[in-house]
């Protein structure tokens, strides 16, 4: 049999409790052989004790698994294909924006390009975003004190933001997309091979109204003051990005970009690109959520402070004006206090107007 020499102090060894006659043999020189058989024994009982050992790890991990006792590593996540912006205009809208902010946020908007359109020394909309600001979401553009800017602000965006957005939506501060199922993001409504011939998607308004006569401001969310909607012919726009002109510099409304640019609607079929209307409307896949009036105290406000693309003037002497006044309630005395307390001692030919359309 052979032998692997073993060299230890042979007193030592003798001494040991490991020492036995079948696994060591003295030579006739005093040194200790192990047998190769034993080494053996030894370096398999190894190997069988480290296999077991794997195996058990592997059950316990995969009982922890199972019951949810341990967290498995999430893969990452895709980065989007495409990138989605936004481009507002505001004034005196501090007490909606925040809503509005969140709201895109969630459905995947990647940047918010917000007109500040406030007067000189007006609210400022830092005062309520700059977290959001801070972390990137948010530019605020100043056009502080600037009128009948809407236009200008929707070509300014596109100008200088179309070459960094795929594409560009041109939404107002009571304007909500909602999309539709309801947990896509709007990366992944635009990536839909439906819109693949077109430069503009048109999707069309449902309007909300104010169903149960509500006088005066709430501080909640509008999505949750107000349920009742009527179906619209208007549409709003969301433009590709790199076009080769800039299509809003012909524009004649911000409801569309005009000038003969590719559209669809939200479910891809192709509508006339220079109408700012879809008839009859589109909201299958998407719709424009838009609260327009809120409470009588709250359309009077915004009457009263004139829209980025409607002068004050203009609004006050418009008969279409008037008659939304009431297109919906009733008139009577508390609105009429409500009007003199927010227009002031001016009112009184609007007053003869409402008066003149609604009774």
Same mark, same amino acid.
Request: aromatic share 18%.
């Given at each position: 049999?052979?032998?692997?020499?073993?060299?230890?102090?042979?007193?030592?060894?003798?001494?040991?409790?490991?020492?036995s006659s079948n696994k060591y043999k003295l030579d006739q020189k005093g040194i200790f052989r192990i047998r190769l058989n034993h080494l053996k024994t030894i370096k398999a009982k190894k190997t069988l004790l480290f296999l077991s050992g794997i195996f058990s790890i592997s059950i316990i991990s995969s009982f922890l698994i199972i019951f949810g006792i341990t967290k498995t590593k999430k893969p990452p996540l895709k980065e989007n294909k495409i990138k989605v912006c936004l481009c507002s205009i505001g004034k005196e809208e501090n007490l909606y924006i925040k809503e509005f902010v969140s709201h895109y946020k969630k459905i995947g908007y990647d940047?918010?390009?917000?007109?500040?359109?406030?007067?000189?020394n007006g609210e400022k909309f830092e005062d309520v975003l700059q977290n959001e600001i801070n972390e990137g979401l948010v530019s605020i553009i100043n056009y502080r004190g600037y009128h009948n800017s809407q236009l200008k602000s929707y070509y300014d965006c596109y100008e200088k933001n179309n070459h960094k957005c795929n594409w560009l939506s041109f939404?107002?501060?009571d304007e909500f997309l909602?999309?539709?199922?309801? /947990? %896509? =993001?709007?990366?992944?409504?635009?990536?839909?091979?439906r819109f693949n011939k077109c430069n503009n998607v048109k999707l069309n308004w449902v309007s909300y109204y104010n169903d149960s006569d509500i006088l005066y401001?709430?501080?909640?969310?509008?999505q949750e003051r107000f349920k009742n909607f009527t179906e619209s012919k208007h549409i709003k726009s969301t433009v590709r990005? /790199? %076009? =080769?002109?800039?299509?809003?510099?012909?524009?004649?409304n911000p409801h569309t970009s005009m000038n003969n640019v590719s559209s669809c609607s939200g479910s891809g079929y192709l509508i006339d690109p220079n109408s700012p209307f879809n008839i009859p409307p589109d909201i299958t896949y998407a719709k424009i959520k838009h609260y327009h009036k809120k409470s009588f105290e709250e359309y009077c406000i915004k009457i009263k402070r004139a829209k980025a693309y409607y002068s004050q003037d203009t609004i006050m002497k418009s008969k279409q004006f008037a008659r939304n006044f009431y297109l919906e309630n009733k008139n009577n005395k508390e609105k009429l206090e409500i009007m003199r307390k927010i227009f002031g001692p001016n009112i009184n030919n609007f007053i003869f107007n409402l008066y003149k359309y609604n009774n």
């Open positions: 049999m052979k032998f692997k020499k073993y060299r230890k102090n042979k007193k030592k060894l003798l001494n040991s409790y490991e020492y940047n918010i390009f917000i007109y500040d359109n406030n007067d000189i939404f107002d501060i909602e999309i539709n199922p309801p /947990n %896509l =993001t709007v990366q992944e409504f635009l990536s839909n091979d401001y709430e501080n909640r969310p509008v990005g /790199n %076009l =080769t002109f800039n299509y809003w510099n012909m524009a004649k």
